[in-house]
């Protein structure tokens, strides 16, 4: 295809030189794995270069299914497939005679829900979104099965995504999962992503780190250095160590390059202590042992690492705890009064969670996996013991008060805890405690947890509501109620009468 066909868009910034069919079925799973909502990918080359079978094995990867018939779109034009993650609509232009009959195919409104596969692209003209990727597909050799495909994008975001799947299936290739089949995993509430990969019976989870990347805003990385967010996956990699060495179930690591921000390891399974929808009163007692079994231990601030160095785990400072209370200011408050605080109110929030954190400044003090509740804590059917709760998500673990953790877990924001199970299970972890030590200081213990469930609780409504409307999220807003209401149940407690008579006044 000659230049001039690619609308002016750059020379190409990789070109891959493909043996055979299977590996462009691997070049198409690198694809599908970084493709989102909006994405539009242009497949240009002659007849027979090959751009049906990039776009059928794409089809299949996205499904998960190797013997999905794809059909190809020919006559019709367009063929929309439903995922889980997002809609893939395939379109073969070949017979388009107008490249106004686009606009008809409803290609924009396609674009709201999912993403565009182009065969042809070049019959639509001027019509097709400029930030595209194209990819160009040519055969040298007809007697050959080998291609060449070369990626040219007028967004850089396209070049970036390229290059990074490109290294992570090098990263795979070095692995002990060469030749991995790629599945898009999760992505949480930060810029981590995370995948499955599998050969044969075997599999694995990949995380990808991209903070080492200058990826973020400077409020936001301000906001991370303040409240002790880990800037890299050395963390994940150091307490996942520590945690291990001490006989707990986190996820052995087969291979990682910190420098790249990437993390192979093992894969805990998909089951959490959390069954349709509800919680497993056993899955949480298990888990209300783990914790019971980590605050019975003395954790080290700094962690030996390769390479003669050492990881210094963070101080859960109190500056840092009003910080993430502050959220609730910063996003709830608003959400509900349409109106931004001002600093008068600002200051009078902050005053009293001083006060209030000083009157637990006595608690008991150790390793805050900071979200310990039921997305990150995935149940061994065959374990037995503590060894039933796999740990994951213990990247920003800090140096505080360990009724924190047990906060996160008692009044979990993704699931219903009634006032009963709760009490049941604070109930539980105090027996625990109290057979581990005779010194066990039930009152201050419990003085603690009521201060640190109402600063996580007005954490977690900050966050749900930022999610909401700064990252697009919607969905984090359901989680309101149930946090509203455990909020309310916290400030009942004696301890807290100011602070609840505070909270009520944005609230009522």
């Given at each position: 295809?000659?230049?001039?066909?690619l609308r002016s868009i750059p020379d190409f910034f990789l070109e891959l030189t493909i043996a055979d069919e299977a590996n462009t079925q691997r070049l198409a799973n690198d694809l599908a794995v970084v493709l989102g909502t909006g994405d539009v990918v242009c497949l240009s080359g002659d007849l027979g270069a090959g751009k049906s079978t990039l776009a059928r094995a794409l089809v299949r990867s996205l499904a998960n299914d190797p013997e999905l018939e794809v059909p190809s779109p020919t006559f019709t034009l367009v063929q929309?497939?439903?995922?889980?993650?997002?809609?893939?609509?395939?379109?073969?232009?070949?017979?388009?005679?107008?490249?106004?009959?686009?606009?008809?195919?409803?290609?924009d409104d396609l674009l709201e829900t999912g993403a565009a596969l182009i065969e042809w692209p070049e019959k639509a003209g001027e019509l097709l979104p400029e930030k595209a990727l194209w990819i160009q597909i040519t055969q040298p050799d007809e007697a050959e099965d080998k291609r060449v495909f070369r990626f040219q994008a007028s967004d850089p975001s396209w070049q970036d995504r390229i290059r990074e799947t490109h290294e992570i299936r090098a990263f795979l290739e070095q692995s002990s999962f060469p030749g991995a089949e790629r599945r898009f995993l999760a992505g949480d509430a930060s810029l981590r992503t995370f995948e499955t990969v599998t050969t044969n019976d075997s599999s694995a989870v990949l995380m990808r780190w991209p903070f080492h990347q200058n990826t973020l805003a400077q409020s936001v990385s301000n906001y991370m250095e303040r409240v002790h967010l880990a800037q890299d996956c050395r963390s994940v990699l150091a307490i996942g160590t520590e945690l291990r060495d001490r006989g707990f179930r986190a996820p052995r690591v087969y291979k990682a390059e910190p420098e790249k921000g990437l993390v192979l390891a093992e894969d805990l399974g998909r089951d959490t202590i959390v069954m349709n929808g509800a919680p497993v009163s056993e899955r949480y007692y298990a888990a209300v042992e783990?914790?019971?079994?980590?605050?019975?231990?003395?954790?080290?601030?700094?962690i030996p690492v390769e390479g003669n160095r050492t990881y210094q785990v963070p101080g859960y400072s109190s500056e840092a705890l009003i910080t993430e209370a502050s959220l609730f200011l910063d996003w709830y408050v608003p959400e509900k009064?349409?109106?931004?605080?001002?600093?008068?109110?600002?200051?009078?929030f902050e005053g009293l969670w001083r006060k209030t954190l000083r009157s637990i400044s006595s608690a008991q003090l150790g390793w805050v996996l900071r979200d310990f509740h039921s997305p990150n804590l995935l149940w061994q059917r065959d374990a037995s013991g503590t060894d039933r709760i796999g740990l994951i998500d213990f990247q920003d673990t800090v140096f505080g008060p360990v009724a924190y953790d047990v906060a996160s877990l008692l009044l979990d924001a993704r699931t219903d805890i009634?006032?009963?199970?709760?009490?049941?299970?604070?109930?539980?972890?105090?027996?625990?405690?109290?057979?581990?030590?005779?010194?066990?200081?039930?009152?201050?213990?419990?003085?603690?947890?009521?201060?640190?469930?109402?600063?996580?609780?007005?954490?977690?409504i900050g966050i749900f509501v930022r999610l909401a409307r700064r990252d697009g999220k919607p969905a984090y807003l359901s989680h309101l109620p149930r946090m509203l209401g455990y909020l309310d149940r916290v400030l009942d407690r004696p301890n807290l009468s100011e602070l609840k008579d505070w909270y009520n006044g944005f609230r009522h």
């Open positions: 295809m000659a230049d001039h066909q929309t497939y439903e995922f889980d993650r997002f809609d893939l609509s395939h379109f073969d232009l070949y017979r388009l005679e107008e490249a106004e009959e686009l606009e008809e195919l409803g290609l783990v914790l019971a079994r980590m605050h019975g231990e003395t954790w080290p601030r700094s009064t349409g109106r931004a605080i001002d600093d008068a109110v600002r200051a009078s009634s006032q009963d199970l709760e009490s049941a299970l604070f109930d539980a972890y105090v027996s625990l405690r109290e057979n581990q030590s005779q010194g066990f200081d039930k009152v201050g213990f419990s003085a603690a947890y009521s201060v640190l469930a109402a600063q996580r609780i007005s954490k977690i």
